[in-house]
T-cell receptor, first 117, second 111 residues
Framework: ETGVTQTPRHLVMGMTNKKSLKCEQHLGHNAMYWYKQSAKKPLELMFV???????ENNSVPSRFSPECPNSSHLFLHLHTLQPEDSALYLC????????????????FGPGTRLTVL | TQLLEQSPQFLSIQEGENLTVYCNSS?????LQWYRQEPGEGPVLLVT?????EVKKLKRLTFQFGDARKDSSLHITAAQPGDTGLYLCAGAKGGSYIPTFGRGTSLIVHP
C-alpha cells in the first residue's frame, strides 16, 4: 500500500533539536490526521485537517506544530520534545471527515518511529 | 468519551487453531472498522461494518457487528503465521468525525 507515505521512517533527536515529520497522500483525499501510538495505549488523535483547515487540536502540547500546505501534504514540526514523546507517529487520510458511514475509512501511512533522547 | 474495549489483549496460538477477538463498547457506533498492524508499519484496513447484525467474510476472517451496533467480533479460522499482528477496532459515531480506537489485540501465530 503506497497511498500514504511518511518520511523519515525513523528519527532520533535530542530534546533541544528541531525536526519535521512529513506525510504525503496520493489518494485524492480531503482529510488528513496525525496520531501518536505509544506502547500499551490506544491510538491518540492529535490533529485533524479538512481541506487544509485544522478542525481538531486534541489538547496537544505546543511543542508539536502541524502544517497542512495543501490537501496532499501534512507536516508535524517538532521542537524541545521530551523523552515521553518517543512513540510511533502515524499519518492517515480519508476521503472526507470520518463520521459518515459511506466514508468511514482511514488509510494510514507506515509511521515515523521517533526516539527523543 | 467513547471507549472501545478489546479482548483478549494478547493471544499466542499454534498454526491451524481458530480464534476470536472481541471489541465491546457501551456506545452505539454508526460504523466500525477492523485494522491489522504489523510491527513497524501503520494499520491496514481489513473491513468496515455498518449494519447491526452484519457479517462479512474475508477469506479465513469473519467479522460480525452486533445487533445493537455496540460490539463486534473477529473470528479467524485455521490461523497462519502471516496472521500475526496487532488487531485494532475503531468506531465512528454519527455526527462525530473522530473515530475511537481500542487498545488492540496482539496476536502471535507460531508455525
Amino acid at each position: 500500500e503506497t497511498g500514504v507515505t511518511q518520511t523519515p521512517r525513523h528519527l532520533v533527536m535530542g530534546m533541544t533539536n528541531k525536526k519535521s515529520l512529513k506525510c504525503e497522500q496520493h489518494l485524492g483525499h480531503n482529510a488528513m490526521y496525525w496520531y501518536k501510538q505509544s506502547a500499551k495505549k490506544p491510538l491518540e488523535l492529535m490533529f485533524v485537517y479538512s481541506l487544509e483547515e485544522r478542525v481538531e487540536n486534541n489538547s496537544v502540547p505546543s511543542r508539536f506544530s502541524p502544517e497542512c500546505p495543501n490537501s496532499s501534504h501534512l507536516f508535524l514540526h517538532l521542537h524541545t520534545l521530551q523523552p515521553e514523546d518517543s512513540a510511533l507517529y502515524l499519518c492517515a487520510s480519508s476521503p472526507t471527515l470520518v463520521g459518515r458511514p459511506s466514508t468511514d475509512t482511514q488509510y494510514f501511512g507506515p509511521g515515523t518511529r521517533l526516539t527523543v533522547l | 468519551t467513547q471507549l472501545l474495549e478489546q479482548s483478549p489483549q494478547f493471544l499466542s496460538i499454534q498454526e491451524g487453531e481458530n480464534l476470536t477477538v472481541y471489541c465491546n463498547s457501551s456506545s452505539v457506533f454508526s460504523s466500525l472498522q477492523w485494522y491489522r498492524q504489523e510491527p513497524g508499519e501503520g494499520p491496514v484496513l481489513l473491513v468496515t461494518v455498518v449494519t447491526g447484525g452484519e457479517v462479512k467474510k474475508l477469506k479465513r476472517l469473519t467479522f460480525q457487528f452486533g445487533d445493537a451496533r455496540k460490539d463486534s467480533s473477529l473470528h479467524i479460522t485455521a490461523a497462519q503465521p502471516g496472521d500475526t499482528g496487532l488487531y485494532l477496532c475503531a468506531g465512528a459515531k454519527g455526527g462525530s468525525y473522530i473515530p475511537t480506537f481500542g487498545r488492540g489485540t496482539s496476536l502471535i501465530v507460531h508455525p
